[in-house]
């Protein structure tokens, strides 16, 4: 008999607002739509480079479950005793430079099921070390021995720069997994939806962060090293209104599949 599995995937949690903003809102969130696994992306978490131990520790107190990867998500080094355990709720990509695939796939248990969770990444980002695998071939090896069929869900997140990228990957998925989860824009896309074969698919869910900045990066650090080329670092924004981007997915526990997406997308103008 099939059940519905309710999973919540959240968009890059950016830096100390991210995590505040999810901290306000995600316990009121798992409890008006009742979900029973909670997702999010982890590769901006600590001051928009990686995840240190410490805030994964924040995050799972708030209630989230698995922390998907990304370009950053071995730059803190300490993550990587977790990334190399398989029953820790950590991923960095299947294919990231100076990873192991095996940090990119782990199945987590479930009242309702087993779940795989796979992350991996597009092939363009600035400043990456190396060539990355290609992200199909890299996903077609991880699934060799698995069937969307044979678990409660199978949810892929893929953390790429292009949106031909994110899109095609939905496509050239469908109906082999239950959602494919883009993001690393930190701006949510209108495109939410069940593909034709039963996945579920975004193009980019968004962020967790400051809304009025770039990306959740001070607009004032941005501007005047585009307008006057001034050499500086990225300054989290840590003022107000906040945002909280993501998505709400439901699957069928009999087939693997999706029934349903739902974005959502808030504003919180003061965090207590």
């Not at 990444?121 to 991880?142: E, S, Y």
């Not at 824009?185 to 009025?212: F, N």
Request: charged share 20%.
């Amino acid at each position: 008999m099939s059940q519905t599995l309710r999973f919540l995937y959240l968009g890059d949690v950016m830096g100390s607002p991210g995590r505040r903003v999810v901290a306000h809102l995600l316990p009121k969130l798992k409890k008006k739509y009742k979900v029973d696994l909670v997702l999010a992306q982890a590769e901006n978490v600590t001051h928009g480079k990686g995840m240190a131990p410490h805030h994964m520790r924040e995050l799972q107190a708030v209630g989230v479950d698995i922390f998907t990867g990304g370009n950053h998500s071995i730059e803190q080094k300490q993550l990587v005793t977790l990334l190399q355990d398989p029953n820790q709720s950590v991923l960095a990509p299947i294919n990231q430079p100076g990873g192991e695939p095996s940090w990119g796939l782990k199945t987590f248990a479930t009242p309702k099921g087993d779940v795989l969770a796979i992350s991996v990444l597009g092939t363009t980002f600035p400043g990456m070390p190396k060539d990355i695998d290609n992200p199909l071939k890299a996903v077609d090896a991880a699934l060799k021995d698995a069937t969307v069929a044979s678990y409660a869900a199978i949810i892929v997140n893929f953390h790429g720069d292009l949106s031909s990228e994110k899109r095609v990957a939905g496509y050239y998925l469908d109906g082999r997994v239950s959602a494919v989860i883009g993001d690393h824009w930190h701006v949510p896309t209108a495109d939410a939806m069940v593909l034709p074969r039963g996945t579920a698919h975004i193009t980019d869910v968004g962020m967790c962060g400051t809304l009025h900045s770039s990306l959740g990066v001070s607009l004032d650090a941005i501007i005047s090293r585009w307008r006057d080329g001034i050499k500086n670092k990225n300054e989290i924004d840590e003022h107000g209104p906040y945002q909280l981007n993501a998505v709400v997915v439901d699957c069928d526990t009999k087939t693997g599949l999706a029934k349903a997406i739902k974005p959502i997308n808030l504003t919180v103008e003061k965090l207590g």
